[in-house]
């Protein structure tokens, strides 16, 4: 029972970080773009929103497809069916 309890952790605690870090590496030019708008009046053309757009839908679609499938290995690990 331990060994199981351990590897749920492990698959959770992998899971998470990845995610997070994946967020926010992918974010950073996102923010860049709109702190220079805001600090220094740096002009937003729509190619730079057109850009961040895409960034953005990226995020939320990895997200979705992962989390998904995060919880269906979640279940299979723990034991229980959905």
């Known amino acids: 029972?331990?060994?199981?309890?351990?590897?749920?952790?492990?698959?959770?605690?992998?899971?998470?970080?990845?995610?997070?870090?994946?967020v926010v590496s992918n974010s950073i030019p996102v923010f860049t773009a709109l702190f220079s708008f805001l600090l220094f009046g740096e002009k937003l053309t729509i190619q730079n929103i057109a850009g961040m757009a895409i960034v953005i839908?990226?995020?939320?679609?990895?997200?979705m497809n992962g989390r998904k499938k995060s919880i269906d290995?979640?279940?299979?690990?723990t034991g229980k069916t959905a």
């Not at 029972?1 to 994946?22: E, H, L, N, P, W």
């Not at 290995?73 to 690990?77: F, G, K, P, S, Y």
């Open 57 to 63: 839908t990226g995020l939320f679609m990895s997200q």
């Open 73 to 77: 290995e979640a279940l299979i690990l």
């Open 1 to 22: 029972m331990k060994k199981k309890d351990f590897t749920r952790r492990k698959f959770i605690a992998t899971v998470s970080a990845g995610s997070v870090a994946a």
